[in-house]
């Protein structure tokens, strides 16, 4: 009896194993059924933000904002915990922007000289992953009327400087990374007569540089974020865009038939998108429904409704749809948004994502980019890689070894001037992945 008790106490304690294991690496998600529970920034420890609200995933339940100390409006968090957000300007109702370093006292940026209270405006939209640096749209009075520029606040120095640009109506800076580059965009005057936004990216010397010689034809194309990688992801032309920094690729990803328009909202670092289509109700309403991508998912978005579904949870929703994806983690665990409400109003959502469930495995989520140029090249090939680079070599078309470097860097400027001329390969290592490349000597 005691052998029959002890065998099945292990049987036991093998399926309790079993079944941890999977509802460990299940999709998980969570629906507010409360108003003005919209989330709008989460970090990689499922940590993010509402409106007025601190929202913490592992427990499901929000915290209200430190109104008592004049914060009047949380809007970005960062993986140390950094928040910037709005409060009130000491020994006044007028509203700045704030930060708060973590576990540290919120202090107010400030505003530019020109700007007046109760007419200009400003919004915070990032804060660094390093903290150094936080980033957002603010105008300035000048002759009665206000001129619409963006920020960058720098924590460590105190810096608040303006970015106007008086060859555009107006510019606005979403994102930055740890390196300081931002993008975002401009808006010109370049649609007879009428404004368009051209996505660009700005670098610390307020150089504006358009991420497409070819400019959008219609109204509405931005960069919302860009991850550490070099990836951006936003909007062209109605469609969701991918543009690469490193590479100078753009690309639009396509959405559904029925829908009119889709925008890409954030991407994490390992490369995953989100965002929203938009279509018409059976009550002529405009609706939105969350989407997500990833390269290896091709030149189409998908549903982020399908993944829950597929896992056996309910999309619980007023109407039953998402909605808006508006933000995902870095580490591509936790998406955040909200429902078809009106923003302020609407009700929040946070998907905790289980990657085998989009059939990505760790080798595509950490894929490595690579880059070789130029491929018709005389004297020197350029190779680099956001990964160390363990090695390289560089054959023949017909399989014969020319050269093999041990590198152990990032990137390399290789002299081929005396390689006769002719069509070559280089087949780069990184970070355990190969890429294997053609380039044409001349």
């Given at each position: ?355 085998k469930l989009l059939g990505l495995n760790k080798n595509q989520l950490a894929k490595v980019s690579i880059n070789v140029f130029p491929t018709l090249v005389s004297s020197t090939l350029n190779i680099s890689s956001d990964k160390t680079i363990d090695n390289y070599k560089i054959n023949t078309i017909d399989g014969k070894l020319i050269q093999q470097v041990e590198l152990h860097r990032n990137n390399a400027q290789i002299n081929i001037h005396y390689l006769p001329k002719g069509v070559y390969l280089i087949t780069i290592q990184s970070n355990n992945q190969v890429k294997t490349v053609k380039f044409i000597k001349q």
């Amino acid at each position: 009896m005691n052998l029959i008790m002890k065998k099945l106490y292990i049987f036991l304690l093998i399926v309790l194993s079993f079944v941890s294991t999977n509802v460990f690496s299940q999709t998980e998600a969570f629906f507010s059924q409360t108003m003005a529970t919209s989330i709008r920034s989460i970090n990689n420890n499922g940590l993010g933000l509402g409106a007025a609200k601190y929202f913490d995933y592992n427990t499901k339940t929000y915290t209200p904002q430190e109104s008592s100390l004049g914060v009047s409006l949380l809007n970005v968090i960062n993986d140390n915990a950094d928040v910037a957000g709005e409060m009130k300007l000491s020994g006044t109702s007028n509203k700045v922007p704030a930060f708060r370093a973590y576990s540290k006292e919120w202090k107010e940026i400030g505003v530019f000289p020109e700007f007046l209270f109760g007419k200009s405006s400003f919004t915070v939209f990032d804060y660094s992953e390093n903290g150094k640096y936080i980033v957002g749209q603010m105008s300035k009075r000048i002759d009665d009327k206000d001129v619409y520029g963006s920020f960058i606040y720098y924590t460590e120095t105190g810096e608040l400087k303006p970015i106007f640009n008086e060859k555009y109506t107006a510019l606005a800076v979403y994102t930055i990374n740890n390196d300081g580059l931002m993008a975002g965009w401009v808006d010109d005057s370049g649609l007879n007569g009428g404004t368009r936004r051209i996505p660009c990216t700005i670098d610390q010397d307020l150089t504006i540089k358009y991420i497409d010689n070819k400019l959008p034809t219609s109204a509405v194309s931005d960069i919302m974020k860009i991850n550490t990688n070099g990836l951006m992801a936003g909007e062209w032309e109605g469609l969701p865009m991918i543009y690469n920094y490193k590479t100078g690729e753009r690309k639009s990803i396509k959405i559904y038939e029925g829908f009119y328009a889709g925008a890409f909202e954030d991407i994490s670092d390992n490369g995953i998108a989100i965002g929203y289509m938009t279509t018409l109700n059976t009550a002529n309403q405009l609706v939105r429904e969350a989407i997500i991508w990833h390269e290896s998912f091709g030149d189409q978005v998908k549903l982020l409704s399908d993944f829950v579904k597929k896992e056996g949870l309910k999309i619980d929703t007023f109407d039953g749809l998402m909605g808006t994806a508006l933000t995902i983690s870095n580490n591509g665990k936790y998406i955040g948004g909200y429902d078809n409400s009106a923003f302020n109003f609407a009700r929040g959502w946070v998907i905790k994502l289980d990657e085998k469930l989009l059939g990505l495995n760790k080798n595509q989520l950490a894929k490595v980019s690579i880059n070789v140029f130029p491929t018709l090249v005389s004297s020197t090939l350029n190779i680099s890689s956001d990964k160390t680079i363990d090695n390289y070599k560089i054959n023949t078309i017909d399989g014969k070894l020319i050269q093999q470097v041990e590198l152990h860097r990032n990137n390399a400027q290789i002299n081929i001037h005396y390689l006769p001329k002719g069509v070559y390969l280089i087949t780069i290592q990184s970070n355990n992945q190969v890429k294997t490349v053609k380039f044409i000597k001349q």
